[in-house]
């Protein structure tokens, strides 16, 4: 039997037995009057109302609760796909990490071979301070000697060719460091190296072996040359033990251009252009 009927039905029938029981049980006398059925027609289309309109209420709400779920389950959704997309550009950034992390670390090591080439370098050319072992040579012209028995920038240079000859690694004199652009001039009876006056007696602090410079000094041609130079104009001359010595950085030169030039053999060297001196 559907719902309704049996709502209507069954409970009105049970609503007038109990009435007409408790009329008899109180003497009443119970009337037997048929309801008419103008108005069993009225409460029951009321009745009738109620139930659509709770009902239509029923699925109302239903439809509403079936929105916001599959609201929710869209959103879940949309959620999951960013999270997703997040997780791949992590991924992304941390591999764009780990080579940008290789490359620092090649890098890394490839300036620090390009930082002990230009120490070893700037110890080579003059334009970096040293500190070792060495000698130290004193030259000075003969006493009560004038003109061109003095000591003068050619002798000077002859002795420098020889102390490198010999096995010299850094020489200053009186000071002054000599580099790959060192030169030594004669102005009047004076003499100057990087552009710097030095007087007598020239004091070579040179950083070499100490047990071998003086013995290779005197065996090498150059150093032969040297000697007979100084025997013949009466120079003083002395070698001795220098100890441990430290010797300055020469003054870099300014640059007014450079270029990079790369030779056949694969070596790179640098050319200096105008003013450079």
């Known amino acids: 039997m559907p719902l309704l009927a049996l709502i209507t039905q069954r409970s009105l029938d049970a609503d007038y037995e109990h009435v007409a029981a408790r009329r ?3 003497g009443e006398k119970v009337d037997r009057r048929p309801v008419p059925r103008r108005t069993a027609a009225v409460v029951l289309l009321v009745f009738g109302l109620l139930v659509t309109v709770a009902a239509v209420q029923t699925s109302r709400n239903a439809s509403a609760n079936n929105a916001n779920r599959a609201s929710l ?5 949309l959620r999951r796909e960013a999270v997703a997309d997040l997780q791949q550009q992590v991924a992304r950034e941390e591999s764009r990490s780990t ?3 290789s490359q620092l670390t090649t890098l890394g ?3 620090q071979a390009a930082q002990s080439r230009i120490d070893r370098l700037l110890v080579r050319t003059g334009f970096g301070a040293v500190r070792g072992q060495g000698i130290q040579a004193t030259v000075d012209s003969a006493p009560n000697s004038a003109g061109a028995d003095l000591v003068r920038d050619s002798d000077l240079t002859l002795l420098t060719d020889a102390l490198w000859a010999a ?11 000599l580099t790959v652009l060192s030169a030594f001039r004669n102005v009047g009876n004076g ?3 990087n552009s710097q006056p030095i007087t007598p007696p020239y004091v070579f602090s040179v950083i070499g072996d100490p047990n071998t410079l003086p013995a290779n000094l005197l ?3 150059v150093g032969g040359q040297w000697y007979a130079l100084k025997n013949s104009l009466g120079f003083r001359f002395d070698v001795k033990d220098g100890g441990t010595m430290s010797l300055p950085a020469a003054p870099r030169p300014p640059l007014r251009s450079a270029q990079i030039a790369t030779p056949k053999d694969g070596a ?3 050319q200096m252009g105008d003013g450079g001196s």
């Not at 389950?73 to 959704?77: A, G, L, P, S």
């Not at 096995?167 to 460091?177: D, F, H, K, P, T």
């Open 219 to 221: 065996s090498s041609s």
């Open 109 to 111: 090591a490839q300036q």
């Open 191 to 193: 003499i100057l190296v």
């Open 268 to 270: 790179t060297r640098m």
């Open 24 to 26: 008899r049980a109180s």
């Open 167 to 177: 096995g010299a690694e850094a020489i200053s004199v009186n000071g002054q460091r």
């Open 73 to 77: 389950i869209n959103q879940v959704n």
């Open 99 to 101: 080579t940008l992390r």
